[in-house]
């Protein structure tokens, strides 16, 4: 089992499958929020579904929206499981807190070369820890 | 994080249920930033438009009003621009749904004490911040002049966190609250200095792709003559959108950086940015000729910019509908001077109190026929890819032609 840890951390325990990127986040942005796919044309992820997964990406992008729309996309469950980054702005900690979305950032590497795109991953906030659990 | 006295009273809800709310969650997000304690702000700044809360927003706020007083918050506390402008929304082709959502979040804002200013200019129409003044204010770009332009100090504070900046009084101190991370990480020398405000977005997206994230500070030489504010308006505001910068200097320019050396150890890494780099930006987003829709907004326009709009459209014919988008307070102003009634009488219309895409854009879009959008504002071209638009960055004459002509040329 691998595991990383990171620097700052919020929320509560999950598993889920990775989706990675080495591009940014930001809800306003990125997101097709009534499909539940990345809609911006030059994103990395673009067409694919973030819903139930956890997204592993480098930072956070853009404006304050994100801190509004976590916590709508939650009420509506499409919502990614849970957002692991290299390094995060005030906004997405906040969208974060605000939508109950546990949240690592802040690694020793680079978390999106690390995790390998669509293993089942293990989310521990109060550890301050992401573990591989599954290919 | 270390607490003061009033702040475990409100904590344990002496204080009542809504700033106790406030303060549970300022701790979550200090203590995820490692912040030691609170710092006292003077002005709250709330991001709130409907498109971004949803339902789910909108009844969590009511949740609030509901055993909120008039006096709730403690600091004046505004708002950004809403997600309509009421005396044109059937001309954007929004829902009564969509009205009444917002409706509801202006009866909830109000009875929290909250002032619906519904602008993002606030430090050109209500009150500047000054030099080391700590505020907690949303939207992007009115942090990043707050924070480089007038040396306030400020975090991006969504909506949530303002709104409970406001209540409480206070934010958590991390980030740019702390001296030591307003210092420059990187050195940015350019080689000309831009005129036009779509130059001035596109270099500011330039530098804030350059930057990459919100703890980056660049420092920025070569700028030749002291630029207006609208020049710095759009500037930042794009940085803030391309790179999730929060903060720059410009040497000689703004107030923490007379000289560079000021706020920039030697050894930092360095970039230029020739007028080449700004001008491969701008014809990146022009992938086509024609134009379904002409938008100047994002920023919302100071009466500066709605004064040399109006000049462009005296004399025209508007085939394509043209969106001039400015503040509640600047829009009487333009009333009274004649602005709106030339840029209306070139078939253009003047909104107030909203922004362009935080209106619902993509709804707007598919009830309008809109794709391919052309601006000045760099950022707005930034945002609007991911809502379905093709969106061309050029000049205030070059989109006012393309509105008459439909098609936008290239110069």
């Known amino acids: ?135 | 994080m270390r607490l003061s006295g009033e702040e475990q009273d409100i904590l344990a809800g002496k204080q009542g249920a809504v700033h106790q709310q406030a303060l549970q969650h300022q701790i979550k997000v200090g203590e995820f930033f490692g912040a030691a304690d609170f710092v006292p702000v003077t002005q709250a700044h709330i991001m709130a438009d409907t498109e971004s809360l949803g339902e789910a927003g909108v009844l969590w706020l009511e949740g609030l009003a509901a055993d909120a007083r008039k006096d709730s918050v403690r600091v004046p506390t505004i708002t950004d621009p809403r997600g309509t402008d009421f005396s044109k929304a059937s001309m954007l082709g929004q829902t009564a749904a969509m009205l009444d959502l917002e409706r509801r979040a202006i009866a909830a804002f109000e009875k929290l004490g909250v002032t619906m200013t519904d602008t993002c200019i606030n430090y050109q129409t209500i009150q500047a911040p000054v030099r080391n003044e700590h505020v907690a204010f949303g939207d992007t770009g009115v942090v990043i002049y707050s924070n480089s332009v007038c040396g306030a100090f400020s975090n991006f504070e969504g909506g949530p966190s303002a709104l409970a900046a406001g209540l409480t009084g206070r934010t958590p101190r991390y980030g740019f609250h702390l001296a030591e991370q307003r210092r420059a990480t990187l050195r940015i020398h350019v080689d000309f200095s831009p005129r036009s405000l779509n130059d001035w977005g596109a270099l500011g997206g330039v530098i804030g792709r350059i930057a990459g994230n919100y703890w980056a500070v660049p420092v920025i030489e070569g700028i030749d003559a002291p630029p207006l504010s609208d020049q710095l308006k759009h500037f930042g505001a794009a940085m803030a959108s391309f790179g999730s910068t929060a903060l720059y200097h410009i040497a000689g320019v703004t107030p923490e950086a007379y000289r560079a050396a000021d706020v920039a150890s030697d050894d930092l890494p360095g970039h230029r940015v020739a007028r080449g780099d700004v001008i491969a930006l701008q014809k990146s987003y022009h992938t086509d000729t024609g134009v379904d829709v002409v938008v100047f907004s994002a920023p919302q326009l100071s009466l500066y910019e709605l004064r040399d709009l109006a000049s462009l459209c005296d004399g025209r014919r508007f085939m394509v509908p043209l969106l001039a988008v400015t503040s509640p307070q600047v829009k009487p102003d333009a009333d009274r001077a004649g602005y709106t009634a030339r840029i209306e009488h070139a078939g253009g219309h003047v909104l107030s109190g909203m922004c362009f895409y935080q209106s619902y854009a993509r709804e707007i879009a598919e009830a309008n026929g809109w794709k391919r959008l052309a601006t000045n504002s760099a950022k707005l071209v930034n945002i609007l890819g991911g809502y379905g638009y093709r969106p061309m960055l050029a000049s205030m004459e070059a989109c006012v032609e393309a509105a008459a002509s439909g098609e936008l040329r290239l110069t």
């Open chain 1, 1 to 135: 089992m691998t595991v990383f840890r990171a620097r700052h951390a919020m929320g509560r325990e999950v598993q889920g499958i990775a989706l990675v990127a080495q591009d940014g986040f930001s809800a306003r942005y990125d997101l097709d929020r009534t499909g539940g796919v990345f809609s911006r044309p030059t994103h990395k992820l673009a067409g694919q579904s973030y819903v139930g997964k956890v997204l592993v990406l480098d930072t956070a992008k853009g404006g304050v929206a994100t801190a509004w729309m976590l916590h709508e996309m939650a009420s509506r469950g499409i919502v990614p499981l849970a957002l692991v980054l290299n390094s995060v702005n005030p906004i997405l900690a906040q969208g974060a807190a605000f939508g109950n979305v546990p949240l690592l950032a802040g690694f020793d590497v680079d978390i999106t070369r690390a995790i390998p795109d669509g293993s089942t991953v293990a989310i521990d906030p109060d550890a301050h820890t992401i573990n591989i659990v599954g290919g």
